[in-house]
C-alpha cells in the first residue's frame, strides 16, 4: 500500500480524517497522500425556481487550490517528512468519478469523514463518506469526527454467513491483515427480525479461506445491528471495524435499509468498507 485518497471539504471533520490518514500513513510506511477536493456550483433550494447559482468558476478553483494549500501545510506541520502529500482539485461531484480519480492517483486506499446530522440527514440526505464507499471499488475509511487514530491491533469482520466465498473480498483484506498484523474477529449479529441459520458450512469455508490469519468467531445477539456492534467492539478494544456491502446479498439490504449507513454515523470507531 503506497498511496491514500483523503477527499476534503475543509470542514473540522475532513480535518480530522486527514490527520487519522497521516497517522495510518506513518504507523504501515506508506508514503504518499492525496488531499483532493471536488468543488461544484450550489443549486438554488428554491421550489419554484429550481436552477444553478451563477457563480465565478475560476474564483471557485482559486478557493480550492488555496484550501488545498493550507490543509497540506497543516499536514506538513504535524511531522509529514518521510511522506509525500499533494493535492488535487477539479470542478466535479465527489462520487460521480471516484474510481476514475483513485486510478489517477495510484490510490490503494480512500480515507473520509462523517459527520453525524440527526434523523433527517442520515434518513433523506446521506453523506459523501457513505456514497463513496457504496461507489468506491477501493476500501474505504470512514472516520468519525472525534476519533483518533490508535495502532490496529484488534479488527472486526461484520459478515452475515452468506456465500462467502463467492463474496468476501480476499484480496483487500489480506492486504489489510498482512500490513497491520492485527488480530482478527469474524462478527455475526442476529437481530429478532432474521430467523435463526445454521452457519456451520460456511463458517467452515470462511475458515479455510482466513486459516493463516488464525480468526475468532463470535456470534451474539442484539435488536439492532448497530448496538451489536459497538458493543462488542468497545467490549473486546477493537480498533477498526471491517464491513463488506455485497451487490445482492445481507449488507446490500442493510445500505437499502440504512443499518450501514447508521454504523457510519454512529460508530465511535472508523469504519472500514471493502468490496467484493
Do not use: W
Not at 137 to 153: A, M
Not at 156 to 172: I, N, R, S
Not at 199 to 206: A, C, K, V, Y
Not at 253 to 275: D, E, N, R, Y
Request: charged share 20%.
Amino acid at each position: 500500500m503506497k498511496t491514500i485518497l483523503v477527499p476534503i471539504d475543509f470542514s473540522a471533520t475532513a480535518t480530522n480524517a486527514s490527520n487519522y490518514a497521516l497517522a495510518l500513513a506513518k504507523q504501515y510506511s506508506i508514503n504518499r497522500i492525496v488531499l483532493y477536493n471536488a468543488y461544484q456550483a450550489p443549486v438554488s433550494v428554491d421550489p419554484m425556481v429550481p436552477t444553478v447559482q451563477l457563480l465565478d468558476i475560476d474564483l471557485m478553483k482559486k478557493s480550492s487550490q488555496e484550501g488545498l494549500t493550507q490543509a497540506k501545510k497543516a499536514l506538513e506541520h504535524l511531522d509529514s517528512k518521510d511522506i509525500q502529500i499533494d493535492t488535487f482539485s477539479e470542478y466535479n461531484i465527489l462520487t460521480g468519478g471516484i474510481n476514475e480519480l483513485c486510478a489517477a492517483v495510484s490510490a490503494d486506499l480512500v480515507v473520509m469523514g462523517i459527520t453525524g446530522g440527526g434523523a433527517v440527514t442520515e434518513t433523506l440526505i446521506g453523506s459523501n463518506a457513505v456514497s463513496v464507499s457504496q461507489h468506491s471499488k477501493l476500501p474505504v475509511i470512514i472516520v468519525p469526527p472525534n476519533s483518533v487514530f490508535e495502532k490496529i491491533n484488534k479488527l472486526v469482520l461484520a459478515c452475515d454467513f452468506e456465500q462467502v466465498e463467492e463474496t468476501t473480498p480476499m484480496k483487500p483484506l489480506t492486504k489489510l491483515l498482512e500490513i497491520t498484523g492485527a488480530e482478527l474477529h469474524v462478527l455475526h449479529v442476529n437481530t429478532p427480525s432474521k430467523h435463526v441459520i445454521d452457519h456451520s458450512f460456511e463458517n467452515m469455508i470462511l475458515d479455510r479461506l482466513l486459516k493463516e490469519f488464525s480468526p475468532t468467531y463470535h456470534f451474539i445477539e442484539n435488536e439492532s445491528f448497530t448496538a451489536g456492534i459497538n458493543l462488542f467492539s468497545e467490549k473486546n478494544k477493537i480498533d477498526l471495524i471491517i464491513t463488506m456491502p455485497k451487490k445482492h446479498g445481507f449488507f446490500d439490504s442493510l445500505f437499502k435499509k440504512s443499518h450501514t449507513k447508521k454504523l457510519a454515523f454512529h460508530s465511535h470507531l472508523p469504519l472500514m468498507v471493502m468490496h467484493d
